[in-house]
């Protein structure tokens, strides 16, 4: 038979945009202004920016350098490098394919969002209120009806389908070219809005200024277990966002040419993201600030992360806002849909190439393969809040239990045996050749060698035992 052609990006920019797009998700916009707000502003942020600096540079390398050296996505890559590897791949393959059914129907709930604030624009009809919970009851009354949030997950599948079949050059570039500088004007936009809001002052200081109330107790002591605890929930958020241990990054890297410096990218998609979700910050949490004030809720509790946050406290928000509400409405959630988008796109592929390269599929057929089950998998999370709502999971709901199989348990599991098999038994030589491979020099060599060898599993076993213990709430780990 003769063998396909692998892929490639037309160049180092299109790579590093259509990373940068994968990281850029529902993970900068309802994750991290939340945790940044509960675990002390500017604080948590130094820990954050040390974080991907350090653990998040050693596993992204690792995982682009995995994919470009082995010209395979994650399901076959480990293979590659060593017999007796393959389950790793498979183990990894298992994460995206459980996340996009999830993430495509929470990208339904988006669009949904986004037709209602159209609406609301140009009709001048508030749909949901600033008073009496309304916006809770259009929330949940959506996300209970029978058929809706199916139907409009099903848009979702579908157009992300399109763009995954047309390819990587034609789909995934071009619709990243189109879609991320809409979603970085529409963040800068919204930002210098509420940034130039009456009153934002005291929101952007919650935000932005260090406090040291994520690191001692109540009566002023530091304490290394909150240290601990702060230092975890960071690295949780880091690899949410940043797209680790997913096989995006291996995917994406087996389309990357050999000339191109796999360091500078990691960096450069490292600022992206976290600017992107500095931008959120601003976007969300002084707004959520001075509503929280005039309604007299605590600052806390209107800052939950989440589907609650996003889709009941913002819509509250911006009804406060007057007239201009539902245009702000509606140009967050168009930037919401754009951000959901590349990610899911990114996630289909990685499921995708998995089985182009295992079956040795054309990219048709194993699109229309992948989809029919990605679909049929979004069916429990479609209906998990309605028609299927007594039906749970270790006491979660469809869509939590898969969000919570995969970001606290897989994830940090796949992380953590990627580093051992790479600081161990392929020797982190093996990348650090790979980052050389064009003619380029890896500055970070040693430095590098030592984080994958010891300290990257070492965090992985704390990630996952603490992640554990939150979901199942053992020892009062409530973030
Ligand atoms: N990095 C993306 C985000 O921040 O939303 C993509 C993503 C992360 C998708 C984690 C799904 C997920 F569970």
């Not at 930002?191 to 002052?201: A, C, E, H, L, Q």
């Not at 958020?237 to 890297?253: C, E, K, P, V």
């Not at 089950?373 to 809040?385: K, Q, R, V």
């Not at 348990?409 to 980052?435: H, N, Q, S, Y």
Request: charged share 10%; with cysteine.
């Amino acid at each position: 038979m003769e063998k396909v052609k692998r892929a490639s990006w037309s160049g180092q920019v299109a790579f590093i945009l259509a990373a940068a797009a994968s990281a850029i998700g529902l993970g900068n916009l309802w994750r991290f202004p939340y945790l940044a707000a509960q675990y002390g502003g500017g604080t948590f942020i130094v820990i954050y920016l040390a974080l991907v600096m350090t653990l998040g540079f050693t596993l992204m390398l690792t995982e682009i350098s995995v994919g470009r050296k082995t010209q395979q996505s994650q399901l076959t890559a480990y293979t590659c490098l060593s017999r007796g590897w393959g389950f790793l791949g498979f183990l990894g393959t298992v994460i995206p394919l459980l996340i996009v059914p999830y993430y495509c129907v929470i990208g339904g709930w988006v669009i949904y969002y986004f037709k209602a604030y159209c609406q609301m624009a140009f009709t001048g009809v508030n749909l949901m209120g600033e008073s009496a919970n309304l916006s809770g009851e259009f929330f949940s009354s959506f996300i209970s009806s029978p058929f809706a949030p199916f139907g409009y997950g099903v848009i979702f599948i579908f157009a992300s389908s399109a763009v995954i079949m047309l390819g990587v050059k034609n789909g995934i570039e071009k619709s990243n070219l189109v879609m991320m500088p809409i979603l970085f004007l529409m963040a800068i936009l919204i930002s210098v809005y509420v940034i130039t809001m009456p009153g934002s002052g005291d929101g952007i200081k919650y935000y932005l200024v260090p406090n040291m109330r994520c690191l001692t107790t109540a009566d002023g002591n530091f304490s290394i277990a909150l240290l601990g605890k702060t230092l975890l929930g960071a690295t949780g958020q880091m690899f949410y966002s940043l797209s680790l241990a997913m096989g995006i990054m291996i995917t994406y890297g087996s389309y990357m040419k050999k000339g191109d410096s796999i360091e500078k990218c990691v960096r450069r998609i490292e600022i992206f993201d976290t600017l992107v979700a500095l931008l959120a910050g601003l976007m969300i949490i002084p707004v959520v600030y001075l509503f929280a004030v005039k309604t007299g809720t605590p600052v806390d509790e209107a800052m939950k992360a989440g589907p609650g946050l996003m889709f009941i406290t913002l819509p509250k928000v911006f009804a406060s806002l007057g007239s201009s509400g539902a245009y702000v409405g509606m140009a967050f959630f168009l930037l919401v849909i754009f951000a959901a988008a590349t990610s899911a796109i990114s996630l289909y592929e990685a499921c995708v190439a998995s089985v182009c390269d295992l079956l040795k599929l054309e990219r048709k057929a194993a699109t229309f393969f992948t989809g029919a089950l990605i679909l049929s998998l979004s069916t429990f999370s479609a209906l998990g809040y309605g028609a299927w709502s007594k039906v749970t999971l270790f006491g979660m709901q469809f869509l939590d239990f898969f969000d919570f199989i995969t970001n606290s348990v897989l994830m940090p599991i796949v992380a953590g045996i990627t580093c051992i098999f790479v600081g161990w038994v392929i020797k982190p030589r093996a990348i650090i050749d790979e980052c050389e491979a064009g003619g380029t020099t890896m500055k970070a060599k040693a430095f590098y060698s030592f984080m994958v060898r010891y300290l990257a599993p070492a965090l992985m076993v704390a990630l996952l035992i603490s992640e554990v213990c939150r979901a199942l709430k053992i020892g009062g780990w409530s973030i």
